[in-house]
């Protein structure tokens, strides 16, 4: 089946709202470990996606958008799938801003990658230290001030775009990790010296909280300010 933890499918036109959740260990035979979100528009934010598995989509399955979609300001760590491990966005065009996606594993012998979004909006994220490929790029998708790094495979599958709209290849100096699988244990926050500091989109929409130009990742830009 899909979506283990959340299933949705055709909200009839209602904006769909998931924040401030965790989704944990949860398990998928086909799309979406966490959350199979279909025929919807809205919000998801700040929800911990941590530790779930799929054959595809280990974190979030997005299929058939009906109109917005934004997905923002969520942490998705340690997921498993063979491919978008982290999301994977199939006829949808999301907009995919401020999330930070860390050693999630894809193993799939095609295209296994973190992100695999075939159409959409993907800007201020950090994808970092996972197995396979960090993004499944697609030329009707448009990146933006992300960092993509360390990662077993190419940081990019197609065409690099390290260098290009922002984009960069650091190391984000995550403040705490140190590979227990004990959620306690870590600390996505950015250490001071991090690249990701100040290095969002200059939009003023993106400016975080405290009035600074945007950070990259979960904990950057106006809504950044969550545990």
């Known amino acids: 089946g899909d979506g283990g933890g959340l299933y949705t499918h055709d909200t009839l036109g209602d904006d769909l709202l ?8 949860n398990s998928a035979g086909d799309d979406g470990g966490a959350m199979r979100v279909g025929t919807c528009k809205g919000l998801i934010r700040r929800n911990l996606i941590y530790q779930n598995e799929s054959e595809d989509a280990g974190a979030v399955f997005i299929h058939t958008t ?7 300001n969520n942490l998705v760590v340690e997921n498993v799938a063979g491919r978008g491990a982290g999301v994977f966005s199939f006829t949808a065009s999301p907009f995919v801003d401020s999330n930070t996606f860390a050693y999630n594993v ?3 012998i095609q295209s296994p990658s973190t992100l695999h979004i075939f159409e959409g909006v993907v800007r201020n994220n950090i994808v970092a230290f996972g ?19 360390g990662f077993s495979g190419a940081e ?9 709209d922002g984009n960069i290849s650091a190391n984000p100096l995550f403040a705490l990790y140190d590979a227990s699988g ?22 003023a ?23």
């Not at 998931?18 to 260990?25: L, T």
């Not at 009906?66 to 923002?72: D, I, K, V, Y």
């Open 66 to 72: 009906t109109g917005q979609l934004r997905f923002r």
């Open 18 to 25: 998931i924040e401030d959740n965790e989704f944990v260990g």
């Open 156 to 164: 990019w599958e197609i065409n690099d775009l390290t260098g290009q």
């Open 131 to 149: 197995t396979g490929l960090g993004i499944a790029s697609s030329s009707a998708t448009s990146y933006a001030y992300n960092d993509v790094f």
């Open 182 to 203: 004990i959620w306690s244990n870590y600390d996505f926050h950015l250490s001071p010296t991090s690249p990701c500091i100040d290095s969002g989109h200059p939009a």
């Open 106 to 108: 894809a193993d799939d």
């Open 205 to 227: 929409s993106f400016t975080d909280a405290d009035g600074t130009a945007a950070d990259m990742g979960a904990y950057g830009g106006p809504e950044g300010s969550w545990p």
